[in-house]
């Protein structure tokens, strides 16, 4: 497994910006597809982004499509969501997690480890 630590959510007022990001350790971090889910109150845990191992190809829920932009820097092991015009409906823990495939997924068994989460508050 690796090891997942997730930084950067907040309280944020409806259409502001916020960039999470997520560390990763104990794997060769390039050989592994990323991925971003988040859950609210009372929801299940949903996809939000996903990024293959090179940061070539990448999938968003379409909930988020054309608002949030997940990358990856290989020389930093570190995988990022930038989000913009946040919608109180984005309120959640967002968490990061990684497969042990090259490839991307929306299926979140497909997902191996999972960080701690980060809590992302849309709120005026």
């Known amino acids: 497994q690796v090891q997942l630590v997730e930084s950067g959510g907040g309280l944020v007022q409806p259409g502001g910006s916020l960039r999470l990001s997520c560390a990763a350790s104990g794997r060769t971090f390039s050989r592994f597809a990323m991925g971003w889910f988040r859950q609210a109150p009372g929801k299940e845990r949903e996809f939000v982004a996903t990024i293959n191992w090179s940061g070539g190809y990448t999938d968003y829920a379409n909930s988020v499509k054309g608002r949030f932009t997940i990358s990856r820097d290989n020389a930093k092991n570190t995988v990022y969501l930038q989000i913009n015009s946040l919608k109180p409906e984005d309120t959640a823990v967002y968490y990061c997690?990684?497969?042990?495939?090259?490839?991307?997924?929306?299926?979140?068994?497909?997902?191996?480890?999972w960080g701690q989460g980060t809590q992302v508050t849309v709120s005026s």
């Open positions: 997690a990684a497969t042990q495939s090259l490839g991307i997924s929306r299926r979140l068994r497909e997902y191996d480890s």
